[in-house]
């Protein structure tokens, strides 16, 4: 499979054009997806989410919002982005963080990061529409662990177009995975997604029965997430925040450099579901993109 250009190779101070989730990351659920998290400061429970647990409990970190926030915003009109700071207090680092994502990947700064390891075995999911995007929690055990540092998967979910750009150009979606160590800290694995003839086999759960209204759950059957995953784990990194309300900062964003392909018909089926869910790319404010130089 074929990386997205700019991220073929590291590139040191240089315009980056070419390149998905997300990272979180990350729409809101009834488990928050990038922003339906409490405040990063706050721990977060450690044990891995039961399915049904996973979907219905504020307190699951989200790349993307909190479940009560599931219903408050939008990513158009008078409830979209670009008021979500001043739609509930709550929500002001929205409005005036410093440190947002997502980012248009322009410029990376070539680095040997810390090491990547996904310990993704599968398991049963639950799927779920939280009105803002497909969200799945996965019942077993799965981790990541990056620098030493183990996460465990929260959920994770997809959006439409991408959240991430790569010379201000989204690419057809992004897939982010939400992570939480045992302090709470975030960590959301972005995939970016393009459009193709078909999809990989540990992504047919997306031809099953998917919850096509906001607030259904249904069973999703068992998943293959490393499967779903590129074969090269190369990346890039930055800190940023959840993409949807609170907007809470402190989130490690890892994006993989290799996209995944989906069939044109899954990716349309996903937009169908939760539509256009991608918040529109914040300024770097001086913050570096980190592109691995490991061999």
């Known amino acids: ?10 590139v040191t101070g240089l315009l980056l054009v070419g390149l998905a989730t997300s990272m979180a990351g990350c729409a809101p659920a009834s488990a928050p997806q990038e922003a339906a998290s409490p405040s990063l400061g706050a721990p977060v429970a450690t044990a891995t989410p039961t399915p049904s647990a996973a979907a219905s409990s504020p307190a699951t970190p989200s790349a993307s919002g909190s479940a009560s ?7 158009e009109g008078a409830h979209g982005p670009a008021h979500w700071g001043s739609l509930n207090p709550a929500w002001e680092t929205c409005a005036t963080g410093t440190k947002q994502s997502p980012v248009d990947l322009v410029r990376q700064k070539a680095e040997d990061l810390p090491s990547l390891s996904l310990d993704y075995a ?3 999911m639950v799927l779920e529409n939280t009105g803002h995007a497909l969200q799945a929690t996965v019942a077993q055990p799965q981790t990541l662990v990056r620098g030493g540092q183990q996460y465990k998967l929260v959920q994770f979910h997809l959006h439409t177009p991408s959240e991430h750009l790569v010379g ?10 939400v992570h939480s160590d045992a302090k709470g800290r975030l960590l959301v694995l ?20 998917l919850p096509e209204s ?11 997430l490393r499967g779903m995953m590129p074969s090269d784990l190369a990346h890039s990194a930055y800190e940023g925040s959840l993409t949807t309300p609170p907007c809470t900062e402190g989130v490690q964003w890892v994006l993989l450099d290799e ?17 256009e869910n991608a918040r529109p790319a914040q300024p770097l404010n001086g913050r570096e993109l980190e592109q691995d130089e490991t061999p």
Request: hydrophobic content about 35%; charged content about 20%; proline content about 9%.
């Open 214 to 224: 906001p607030g259904v759950t249904r069973p999703g059957g068992q998943v293959d």
């Open 259 to 275: 996209p995944v392909t989906l069939a044109a018909k899954d990716l349309e089926r996903l937009e169908k579901l939760a539509g």
């Open 122 to 124: 599968g398991g049963q």
């Open 168 to 177: 201000s150009k989204p690419a057809d979606g992004e897939l982010h995975l």
């Open 1 to 10: 499979m074929s990386r997205i250009p700019f991220l073929s190779s590291p």
């Open 69 to 75: 926030a599931a219903h408050e915003f939008a990513y």
């Open 190 to 209: 972005g995939v970016l997604i393009t459009s193709g003839e078909s999809s990989p086999q540990a992504w047919s759960w997306l031809s099953g029965q």
